[in-house]
């Protein structure tokens, strides 16, 4: 019979690597929370249009990574290839219940792109994403880098580069565009066939084309930091100014673009040199004229997302405090059992993580499946200690035996295995 597997870039995650995953969703919601940020959650699926509309109809996302299909009625919907867009529909959908300006939002969850699978790169990933809507100050830019280099760092991973870019806005854009068509315009025969319709419709895009050829070509393309105009060129320095106030390391990429079009002004990447070809863990930026392509008032805003699957292949091992077992309760014939089996109960109910072996199995036998389970301490009443009004609790790791009064085992339990 055909073995019904899991889809090719479709991952379960089972117990081991979940609770590293928990132990990091718990470091975001701690650390999000005292940057302002509120959870948000939106739906996975969507109108397929909020997606082209946003994210671009020449971006690799939209012409061939979807997972668009048709709705019982007949209408295009879209597994969403990524939270932005959803967030600001949201936000325009809700606005009159948000009272105070910016909205600072995180989200974390699944995404989905029909990409080639490969280490670091998923048809369905997760991402933990921030935006802050509404507010055009530098400085919004440079809280929101604190957040991210903070993050990083208070969950253990060093070794990665802040790149820095500005995509300039509405104003200083065409002329930029104009000048990579007068640049690349010389040399279309050398450019890959998807470049050169790039080259026609969104130039920009050439510079984050991944074949070697391009690659050699783009070294000396124009810079889009050279061709900012006064305001955006403002806003660059600023966001420069406070990271260096922060003393937060960063290099500006000057021609990092971003593989979606929303882009305006400040654009980011968080690289590392671990992970292979899938570099980036963190990207982000400006989009101030989205909100206003999805049909609200003109609001600027910014935000960032990462890569859950590449931020975990980069958490260092020591750093992962998973719970493990606490506790394993070993009683050994049916008075014994009796005795135990409400305090495993209460045990539970003071957030102590136990299990109990089977009354009826060996001593050896239940030793070996608390060994199995990583328990920390074991609890064995036997029937001697039942005589003798006690229970007798092992640490696991040290092998240090010591005696618990039976009449006062929770307390007595608690008082030895709580750190
Ligand atoms: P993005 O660069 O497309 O931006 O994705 C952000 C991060 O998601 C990447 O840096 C990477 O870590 C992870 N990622 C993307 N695709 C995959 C994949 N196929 N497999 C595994 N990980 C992946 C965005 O999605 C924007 N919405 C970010 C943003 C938020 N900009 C403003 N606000």
Request: net charge neutral; hydrophobic share 40%; charged share 25%.
């Amino acid at each position: 019979m055909e073995k019904l597997n899991a889809l090719k870039g479709f991952k379960d995650l089972l117990p081991g690597e979940s609770e590293k995953w928990e132990w990091v969703a718990s470091a975001v919601r701690k650390t999000f929370h005292a940057f302002g940020f509120s959870p948000i959650r939106t739906p996975i699926l969507e109108r397929t249009r909020l997606f082209t509309r946003s994210i671009g109809e020449t971006t690799d996302i939209v012409e061939k990574e979807m997972y668009t299909f048709e709705d019982w009625d007949g209408k295009p919907v879209t597994l969403r290839p990524e939270g932005t867009a959803s967030v600001v529909r949201a936000f325009l959908e809700h606005r009159h219940q948000i009272l105070a300006l910016p909205a600072k939002f995180y989200y974390q969850g699944p995404m989905f792109r029909h990409e080639r699978p490969q280490a670091g790169r998923l048809r369905q990933f997760h991402q933990v994403g921030a935006e802050i809507i509404g507010e055009i100050d530098p400085e919004q830019d440079v809280e929101l880098l604190s957040l991210l280099s903070y993050f990083f760092q208070r969950i253990g991973i060093s070794d990665l580069t802040l790149e820095i870019n500005s995509l300039g806005c509405t104003v200083c854009r065409p002329p930029y565009r104009a000048a990579l068509q007068g640049y690349f315009g010389a040399q279309l025969d050398t450019l890959c066939e998807d470049c050169n319709r790039r080259f026609h419709q969104n130039p920009l895009r050439i510079l984050d084309c991944k074949k070697e050829s391009c690659k050699a070509i783009t070294t000396d393309a124009p810079a889009s930091a050279n061709h900012l105009c006064q305001e955006c060129d403002a806003h660059f320095k600023a966001v420069q100014e406070g990271l260096s106030s922060l003393k937060l390391p960063f290099v500006i990429s000057k021609h990092l673009v971003r593989g979606l079009d929303y882009y305006t002004k400040t654009a980011f990447e968080m690289t590392t040199q671990n992970l292979g070809a899938q570099n980036a863990v963190a990207a982000g930026g400006r989009y101030d004229g989205l909100v206003e392509a999805l049909g609200g008032a003109s609001t600027p805003a910014i935000g960032f997302a990462m890569g859950m699957e590449r931020l975990m292949q980069l958490l260092p091992e020591s750093d992962i405090r998973y719970s493990a077992l606490q506790l394993f309760i070993v009683p050994l014939g049916e008075a014994a059992h009796q005795h135990v089996f409400p305090v495993l109960y209460d045990l539970r109910r003071k957030n102590i993580r136990s299990e109990i072996g089977k009354s009826g199995a060996a001593l050896k036998k239940q030793m070996k499946q608390a060994d199995r389970l990583n328990a920390a301490f074991v609890l064995i009443v036997g029937e001697q200690e039942m005589e003798m009004g006690k229970a007798v609790l092992r640490n696991m790791k040290t092998k240090e035996q010591v005696e618990i009064e039976l009449f006062n085992l929770l307390e007595g339990v608690i008082a030895q295995i709580s750190p």
